[in-house]
């Protein structure tokens, strides 16, 4: 269930979902852009992006008889995963040729309900200005394609120019500038950096006579720096993700400071040439006035003043342009593997006679790491015999997993067999190892800069429709996505939506008993009363003035519920899952306080979340009144009594209304309180007892339980957590690194592992490079590479298994995995009856044997009851559960949720009443 609490106003996921608590972007046209008729083509493909054809056409030609459509309010449905997209209720043209809609989006307001969270920051790069209420105007093109274009009209003139200047003639500038050795917007960094520094504080000239010149190591000064140094003679010049200056090499596969370029001769003359090449570009190009919109659009988003650190967005997008694939998993894992070979040994590799070799050839390399890593280890316990418990347990730990990190080295190359060919640890295996399609569409996927990673993945209702769909192929999925996190909005939005609360509220002050059940309630906790609605309303305004910013995500996830409950009715969807909600715990006043703002505060806090209970009630009884929301109880392991702790929308009950209420007929009682239309669900684990974080209701709303724990179903195809669980279950474990205490081990400069240096080929021979630095840079190649192993091959067997995985599963606990569970079950019952009469759901929406209330009464009559001698012995457990079990698998039969009996342990693998 996803969540948020009045009493934070921050969303909190109370299932396997981890939502971040940054703000999402506008994600609605009209929300970015001021100007434009529709969203730019790289946008809308990510945000609704189209239908299959073969989808499309199977569709089509699907009988809507026995059909049952279960509508998805959540953060959206990953309609194109290969095992929803043929279960999908689309919206089709008029004449049905065409699909038009995938849902409802209240998010984009649009029909395609994807839950890809997209970023359009960079589009202020290309536009004019920023609107006073913050919109974008005047787009000119694509930002992404404006760096490009940029930077390769810089590349060429500073080549042009470095190769022409006198100056730099000899110099390792001349020879090793190149396109993608430097970065316009590095050498703006740059550039600033060295004016920042010459304002701070006076810069000594360069004396060229102690810089590097590419042959000698004239002074002992550059000494400790020969290896890096020489590094910039033997490999090619590349950019660097943090600087976008000339600081790494593809060729020795490492990283340094780009402060090392200012060690080289021809400094001086190369920082005049780039000061006047970049000129010109950013005359040409207006750098500079694009940063600022950038700056003013980014910062009006995040409430806060431009500053220039808010320009790495457009850092890092200027360097995913030039290497899209540079942070891939694999890649950075293979340079480990590189980096931990002697360069006079790496044309082995490129001179294996096939790719098997190449491979059985690395992966010698990562063992010799390991046997390396144990010779140290037990050189470091011959020297510390006084070993904690705990150290040797962490000793132990790393030496029993070793075997798992050669599966999962193996697993990377039987899921993809031709990586091997990127692995002969040159510039050019790394060139296409950037150009491998199946690489790029994976990377691209989870770091393209239009993707907002802050909120990624939105993979929650994707589960959840997972979940249902396989109850039944009879079932459709009607995705509906609303905000689930705080999202930012133009500020005439935002007032149109406050004046909408208030208006809203205000009504409903004036509804029976409404004025007087929350005067009853403030003469307890306040002691005192209002003396009219309009003094109530008078006193509400307030606190919305003070508080609507804050809370905002409350408002608009509540309005967003009310569209969608309005849509779900319009379309006559008999069934609706809501797993997500709001939790509220009534404060604690002390009798003997005065009264005081603290307690009007909680007071209209209170006022807020009973607004909200009437409100939701009122639009599925005018709006959706044939509809049956099946909603999750919530992950606070609470009791829930309507007053002094609630769960919205599952629990709508008003005690406050039914004390003024109560003695009178139902009928006219507040429509939350005679609302028969909801049935919450709690969570059980497979042996049938309660999960200890499912919330259990004790009103009067319906509630059933049914399997939340573990639950295997469907995730956005961006998502590849559940593919490292799935991987740790199947290849087992890692050790943690236990290197980490050798690093300050002064066995290492006193020699005591130079043995082990000398046989691995680690120890750095130079007649002018001093011993000690030898050790350092020996221990480097130890640690450095070890380290990109330990982190880098879990990782880049995540990425192997996912990049081939186009059904991607995860394992996810929570009531909001119990409560598709039944929803999923309901929906199936309804199919068997609808096909047997050769009947529509629309025929059956407002049929009075299949109002919500009978459909309620049908699931309670077919299922069993919690036992024993629990408070809970009338709560109905719903255990005729479709479900991912590991006998499916084993039979290849992946995409079925088997329904066990109910007689079937369901932790055993007995499927022989699957169906």
Known sequence: MLKRHFRASVVIALSALVISGC????????????????????????????????????????????????????????????????????????????????????????????????????????????????????????????????????????????????????????????????????????????????????????????????????????????????????????????????????ENFSTFSFSYIDQLKGIVAFREVMKNVYATIEQEERVEARLEVYKAYVGRLEGQPAQETGINPVENAAFFVEFPQADAPIIEFFKSICGAIPVDKRAALGAAPNDAERVRMARQVVGIQFDAVKKMLDRYRSRTPDLTDEKKYEFQRYEETVPNYFKYFDTIFMQRPYLARYLDCSPESVRRAHQDSAMANYVTRRTHPYVDKGTDPETHGTHVAGIIARQSNKIDIYPVRIVTSTMAQAPSTLIGLKAKVMNDIAAWFRTPDTFAALNLHANRVLGRTFGSVEELSAGYRTYLDRSFIDNRLDYQFFDQILAGIEEIGARKIKLANLSLGTGFDKAVINPGAAYDETRMKSFMTFV??????????????????????????????????????SGLPCDLSSPVMHAVQGTRPVETWAPNNRLKNILCVGSIDDTKQLSSFTNILITQVPYVLSYGETILSTVQRTYCDGVATELREKLGPLGSNPLFDLMGDRGISEGAYDDIFNEAGWMYKHPDYPLASSRGSATSMLFGPVEGIYDGIASAANQAVCMSNRRPLARMSGTSMATPTVAGIIARYLTEDLVRQGRVQQDIYLDPAYSPENIVTMLRNRSQVFGGTSLLRDVTTVTEARRWVDADNARGARRIIGVVSPSAALNTPNVANVR
């Open 23 to 250: 703000i999402i972007r506008p994600q609605s046209l009209g929300e970015i852009f001021a100007d434009l008729p529709a969203l730019p083509p790289i946008l809308e493909s990510i945000a609704n992006p189209k239908v299959r054809d073969a989808v499309r056409n199977h569709t089509m030609r699907k009988d809507p008889r026995g059909r049952v459509s279960v509508a998805v309010v959540d953060s959206g449905v990953d309609y194109t995963h290969p095992s929803l997209a043929d279960q999908i209720d689309y919206t089709w043209n008029a004449d049905k040729t065409a699909i038009i809609g995938a849902g409802f989006d209240m998010m984009g307001r649009d029909r395609y309900a994807h839950p890809e969270v997209f970023k359009a920051d960079l589009f202020a790069l290309v536009a004019s200005r920023v609107e006073a209420d913050g919109r974008l105007s005047g787009i000119q093109g694509d930002p992404l394609m404006w760096l490009q274009a940029t930077q390769r009209k810089f590349a060429d003139r500073l080549i042009q120019a470095v190769r022409s200047e006198p100056r730099l003639a000899g110099t390792l500038f001349a020879s090793k500038i190149n396109p993608r050795a430097i970065h316009f917007m590095g050498a703006r960094q740059y550039l600033k950096n060295l004016a920042d520094a010459a304002r701070d504080r006076p810069v000594k000239p360069v004396d060229e006579t102690k810089l590097f010149d590419g042959q000698n190591y004239a002074t002992e000064e550059n000494r400790f720096m020969i290896p890096t140094l020489k590094s910039y003679v033997d490999s090619d010049w590349v950019m660097s993700s943090d600087t976008l200056m000339p600081v790494g090499s593809s």
């Open 608 to 645: 807020t979340y009973e607004y909200f209970k009437f409100a939701v009630a009122n639009q599925i009884q005018n709006k959706a009144p044939g509809t049956l929301f099946v909603i999750a109880a919530g992950n606070d392991g609470a009791w829930l009594d309507g007053l002094s702790k």
